[in-house]
């Protein structure tokens, strides 16, 4: 089995993967919605595809159905919970905000500036939120003693982590925080909670025997809130709904084969 600093780094790097989504943002704060409405139905499939693959299919392995099941209603229930409790903001922009300046070309030049700071704090704070649970992820699978799990679920959710980074990104950009900053509070956002909670989930399913079934569960009900709350409701609503649903099933189909390939 790998070591706790050993799960601490790829988590980590894993993490830090929201940073590559901010790298766009040194060139240009504009992205067309067809390329970010894609980039979110993959990531979608891809977190998708961890869920079953890396984390419900070795709990039922290693666990009974109901132990699984009760860990995927937890999860899926904390996730819930916690989007209501801890302001946020969904994953979401409007065609000026992706595109256009129309949002900063009406009214105060201040208050644009303002309304920006306030959007990347709390698309922050979303991209936050959902770094924990897929930090369990990781830790949970590492902490099963197959470190392919592991490095699957990682490799997963370092893909996802990119168009949540971006996401932030765009705004800070726009608040008037300086490029080289924005890529450092992004790289952050991901950086930091995801190896923390990939830490606190080995170490809890290496000390608690039998654990793995309900925590893969819980990691498993969290990630698929998060793919059915914010990632399809985001990368629809544009016109461009059978591109995100095209590269979701692309995203899906990725994960199977690296599955396959690196859980074995």
Known sequence: M???????????????????????TLFTDRVSHRVYDGALGFAGG???????????????EFGSPWEVVLGVLAGGGFLLVANALLPHLHLRFGRDRLEGTAALEVGDGNEAAVDDRRRALLVGSAVTIHNVPEGLAVGIAFA???????FAIA?????QNVPDGFAMAVPAVRAGVSRPK???????????????????GFSLVVVVTGLFPLAAGFAAGAMIAVVFRELVPSSHGHGYADTATATFVLGFAVMLVVDTVLAV
């Not at 891809?46 to 039922?60: E, H, K, R």
């Not at 099963?144 to 592991?150: C, T, V």
């Open 182 to 200: 924005t890529l450092l509070y992004t790289t952050l956002s991901g950086g930091v909670p995801e190896p923390v909670a990939a830490a606190v």
């Open 2 to 24: 790998v070591s706790v600093l050993e799960v601490l780094l790829v988590a980590t790097l894993a993490g830090c993967a929201t940073g590559l989504g901010a790298i766009p």
């Open 155 to 159: 490799t997963a959710i370092a893909v």
């Open 46 to 60: 891809i977190m998708t595809g961890a869920a079953v693959f890396a984390l419900v299919v070795p709990g039922l």
């Open 144 to 150: 099963s003693g197959e470190a392919g799990l592991g």
